[in-house]
C-alpha cells in the first residue's frame, strides 16, 4: 500500500512539473543537464567525482554528459591547482546564460502552479514539502562531520585555508589573507566565550569548514569567515554552520544578525537566502585585487 502511493506520486509530480518532456522548461537540455547547470552555477568550482557523488550520477554517464556541455560551450574544465588527475568545473558565460534562463523560467512555473492557491494553501504544501523531505532524508546526513568548538592551532587554520582557497577559486591576492588574519586576531584577543563562538567542522580527524559568531553590539551579532573545503560541499556542511550560528545568536538574546559577503559568491548567498537574510545594502570596492561588490546582509532573530 506504502510503495503504491509513493509511486502514485511520483507519476503525478513528475508529471505535474514537466520532466517527462523533451526538453527541460521548453529548453534543449535534460532534466539532469539543467540539474548540472544549477549545480555548477553556485559558484563552487566542483570536480567531475564530487558532483557524481552529491548527484548519485555513474562517473561514466557523467563523463559523457560533461563533455557534451563542454562540446555546446556552456562548461569548461581547468586543472585543479591541488592535484594535477583533477579538473575544476566552471560555466562560461554562455553556460551562465543559459541557467539564467533555466532559472526564471523554472521560477515562472512555480509562480503559476502556486497563483490558484491562496495563502494558507500555500503555507501547507510548503510545509507538507519540508515533511516529506524530512522523512526521506532520515539518516541520510553526514554524521561524520563533527561541529566541535575552536581549540588552539585551528584559528590559524581559518586563516590559512581562506588565504589559500579564495586565491585558488577567486583569484583574490594576500590582502584578503591579511584581512582574514586581523579578524581572527580580534577575535582571539578579544574572544567573549558568553556571547561568541567559533565552530570547526571536522571529518576523520580533518578540519573541513568552520564558522564564527562574534559580537557587534549588545543587540547584534556578526556571522563571519564561513568556509567550507571543495571535498566536504554539497553535503549540507554550509547549511549546518550557518544553523548553528543563527540558534546561537538566538539563544544568546541577539535581536538581529548581520554579515558581510560579495555579490560573486554565488553560493553563499544562496544559503543566507535561504535562511531568510535580507540584502540591506550593496558597495562596489576595489579589494584583494579584483573589482568587487561588497553585500551587507541581516536577519531579524
Not at 537566502?273 to 531579524?300: D, M, T
Request: charged share 30%; proline share 2%; hydrophobic share 40%.
Amino acid at each position: 500500500m506504502h510503495i503504491d502511493a509513493l509511486r502514485r506520486f511520483n507519476r503525478f509530480y513528475t508529471r505535474r512539473i514537466g520532466v517527462l518532456r523533451e526538453g527541460l522548461l521548453g529548453s534543449p537540455y535534460t532534466l539532469t543537464e539543467a540539474r548540472l547547470l544549477y549545480e555548477l552555477a553556485q559558484g563552487e568550482r566542483a570536480t567531475a567525482s564530487a558532483l557524481g557523488r552529491d548527484l548519485g550520477l555513474d562517473l561514466g554517464y557523467l563523463s559523457r554528459l560533461l563533455q557534451g556541455l563542454r562540446r555546446r560551450g556552456l562548461v569548461r574544465a581547468k586543472r585543479a591547482a591541488h592535484d594535477g588527475r583533477q579538473s575544476l568545473l566552471t560555466l562560461t558565460a554562455k553556460g551562465r546564460q543559459a541557467f539564467r534562463v533555466l532559472n526564471s523560467r523554472s521560477r515562472d512555473e512555480m509562480a503559476s502552479m502556486l497563483k490558484p492557491l491562496g495563502e494558507r494553501d500555500r503555507n501547507r504544501l510548503v510545509e507538507a514539502m519540508r515533511t516529506v523531505q524530512g522523512l526521506l532524508t532520515i539518516g541520510k546526513t553526514d554524521s561524520a562531520v563533527l561541529l566541535r568548538e575552536h581549540r588552539p592551532g585551528d584559528l590559524g587554520w581559518v586563516v590559512h585555508r581562506h588565504g589559500a582557497l579564495y586565491a585558488e577559486e577567486y583569484g583574490w591576492d594576500e590582502r584578503f589573507e591579511a584581512l582574514v588574519a586581523g579578524i581572527v586576531a580580534r577575535f582571539a584577543k578579544d574572544f567573549d566565550a558568553a556571547r561568541e563562538r567559533c565552530w570547526i567542522a571536522e571529518s576523520d580527524g580533518e578540519r573541513v569548514g568552520a564558522v564564527l559568531v562574534v559580537k557587534q553590539s549588545r543587540s547584534t551579532a556578526k556571522l563571519r569567515l564561513l568556509i567550507v573545503e571543495p571535498g566536504a560541499r554539497g553535503r549540507g556542511l554550509g547549511r549546518r554552520l550557518v544553523g548553528e550560528c543563527i540558534a546561537f545568536a538566538r539563544a544568546k538574546g541577539y535581536r538581529k544578525l548581520v554579515l558581510w559577503t560579495q555579490s560573486n559568491l554565488a553560493a553563499a548567498r544562496h544559503l543566507y537566502k535561504e535562511f531568510g537574510f535580507k540584502l540591506v545594502r550593496r558597495e562596489p570596492h576595489r579589494s584583494f585585487g579584483r573589482e568587487l561588490v561588497g553585500e551587507f546582509w541581516q536577519l531579524a532573530l
